[in-house]
């Protein structure tokens, strides 16, 4: 039990475009969703808290208007990286918490060319 | 605010030797404390967590922890480590509250390496 679904789990895309990321609670209810982005051989940074139907917390730095989180249903939650540029390629990882504690996605790597 | 920190990125051990990824965090409030296992290009999974009661805590795949209240640490042992123990582990806490959903810091992370 408790298994959470991100997808993709890589996307290359052109500078200037947007990606979006699911991410699924698959036999649970997430009640709070998490974004954390990965640099290469360094810790989570968590990007933004959301609640079902409620507007995204963001942490300090975060540029709010450029990660779209929307966090619809208590099943799924969405991070869409507006205009990526290649600063923005990263590991996003999405965690969703419910009955069980925090349960992880699988992870994106984004690379933006 | 919390902050956890792990003093030592990378930790080579030969296989079947005991292993110890240290943890110690601040916060001047009572948190959780979690420890986290991620193998490469794949998202984190919970090895052992410590919420209240006894302050060993075991995993099913032979890690434990114990959490020292004195001294605000929260290290991960293991008498026998195998090839399949190589991952990146982090250490992690939450601010306890009434709906647990608070947001986890993470420390840096520990590679943990085994040699054959």
């Known amino acids: 039990g408790a298994v959470v679904s991100q997808h993709p789990s890589w996307v290359i895309c052109k500078s200037g475009t947007s990606v979006k990321i699911e991410c699924r609670s698959l036999d649970f209810q997430a009640t709070t969703m998490f974004w954390y982005r990965q640099f290469p051989k360094q810790s989570l940074m968590l990007m933004a808290t959301s609640n079902e139907g409620s507007k995204a917390t963001y942490e300090q730095g975060v540029e709010k208007d450029k990660f779209l989180i929307n966090h619809a249903s208590l099943t799924l939650s969405t991070l869409t990286v507006t205009s990526a540029h290649p600063e923005d390629s990263s590991f996003y990882i999405c965690?969703?918490?419910?009955?069980?504690?925090?349960?992880f996605g699988s992870g994106t790597r984004l690379t933006v060319v | 605010a919390q902050s956890v920190t792990q003093l030592d990125s990378q930790v080579p051990v030969f296989e079947e030797a005991p292993v110890e990824l240290r943890c110690n965090y601040s916060?001047?409030?009572?948190?959780?404390l979690f420890w986290y296992v991620q193998y490469p290009n794949q998202g984190l999974q919970l090895l052992l967590k410590y919420l209240s009661g006894s302050t060993l805590v075991e995993s099913i795949n032979g890690f434990e922890a114990e959490f020292n209240k004195s001294q605000t640490s929260f290290h991960l042992r293991k008498p026998s480590v195998h090839i399949s123990d190589t991952a990146e582990y982090f250490c992690a806490v939450s601010l306890i509250s009434n709906f647990g959903n608070e947001k986890l810091t993470f420390g840096t992370g520990t590679r943990l390496t085994i040699i054959p």
């Open positions: 916060s001047s409030v009572s948190v959780y």
């Open positions: 965690s969703a918490f419910g009955q069980r504690g925090y349960t």
